[in-house]
């Protein structure tokens, strides 16, 4: 079977076998969850950080709340799915090029992104498990401007999910672990993402444009990424 070097490893395309199959079926389903999931995940729109007193706190969690517990709900269904999707994906790269340093870096942009994504959920729970009325004022006016802090994570994010597509979209077009189309949009995506941290260090409308196409992105890719790992199984079934 002939083999393409990738970064000192060799790369053989995936055949066929039980771990191939079990390893697209968990990442087509992951990918789905992940999909769904996010959705469900949108922040409710709030009251600006320090000119805001902790009444209007209180009342925009009390106006907020159904919204906030979906989004509590949404947060931990995701972040198992990401988990599992991550987990699949490192395991497909390693069957395909067990030498090759791509599966390691797919695990750390799944681990990057699985601990922001820990981070703005467990915000989300700070307004959805305590009574709010009980605590005093000075807590809650710290618990809201932490929150938002960890709202601003949304750099972080994005190089993680670049990173997670970027490994694994350069391994699975090297070793044909699904369909070429998927591998060169996540490749694409995972350059517009991992350009946008530019915008850090020279503010511009373009860089600010390459941070959203990164984010929205990644978020359409779970959803193509589980119709091709399905569409690929079916035909390994064959």
């Known amino acids: 079977m002939s083999t393409t070097t ?70 931990g269904l995701s972040l198992v799915a990401l988990l599992v999707l991550t987990s699949a994906l490192a395991g497909l790269v390693r069957q395909a090029a067990p030498n090759s340093v791509l599966g390691g870096l797919t695990l750390l942009g799944g681990g990057l992104l699985a601990t922001v994504n820990t981070v703005v959920t467990g915000f989300t729970l700070l307004w959805v498990l305590p009574d709010l009325k009980a605590l005093d004022d000075a807590t809650v006016q710290t618990w809201y401007a932490a929150a938002h802090l960890g709202q601003m994570l949304g750099e972080v994010a994005v190089l993680a999910q670049s990173l997670l597509m970027g490994a694994f979209s350069l391994a699975a077009l090297r070793g044909r672990i699904v369909a070429r189309w998927l591998c060169w949009l996540g490749i694409v995506l995972a350059a517009v993402g991992f350009s946008s941290v530019l915008a850090l260090v020279v503010p511009s409308p373009v860089f600010d444009t390459a941070w959203l196409v990164g984010l929205y992105g990644w978020m359409l890719w779970p959803l193509l990424a589980s119709v091709t790992f399905a569409v690929r199984l079916r035909r390994l079934q064959r």
């Open 6 to 75: 990738i970064a000192g490893a060799d790369v053989a395309p995936v055949a066929p076998t039980a771990p191939a199959r079990a390893g697209l079926g968990v990442a087509a389903g992951a990918a789905l969850a992940l999909f769904v999931s996010m959705f469900g995940t949108w922040t409710p729109q709030s009251p600006e950080v320090g000119n805001t007193d902790a009444a209007a706190i209180r009342d925009w969690a009390a106006g907020a709340a159904s919204t906030l517990q979906l989004n509590a709900f949404a947060g």
